[in-house]
């Protein structure tokens, strides 16, 4: 198994959304974490999914959404 310093490499790829900012704040600034959205079984962008069968406009689905007062 090979294991680099992520400080001296020059692009590092995590399969996690979350979890691993906490471990870059010391050496990745924020402006430099770029987000993707890759296949596999679940996507942040939640209107990607296919739902069909719920009541619309609902948020964060539609963004024309609107809270009752």
């Given at each position: 198994m090979l294991v680099a310093?992520?400080?001296?490499?020059?692009?590092?790829?995590?399969?996690?959304r979350g979890h691993f900012r906490a471990a870059c704040d010391d050496f990745a600034?924020?402006?430099?974490i770029i987000a993707v959205d890759g296949p596999g079984p679940m996507t942040p962008?939640?209107?990607?999914?296919?739902?069909?069968r719920i009541p619309r406009p609902v948020f964060p689905f539609d963004p024309e959404t609107v809270w009752p007062r």
């Open positions: 310093d992520p400080a001296q490499v020059r692009t590092l790829a995590v399969t996690s600034p924020r402006e430099c962008n939640l209107r990607l999914l296919p739902l069909r």
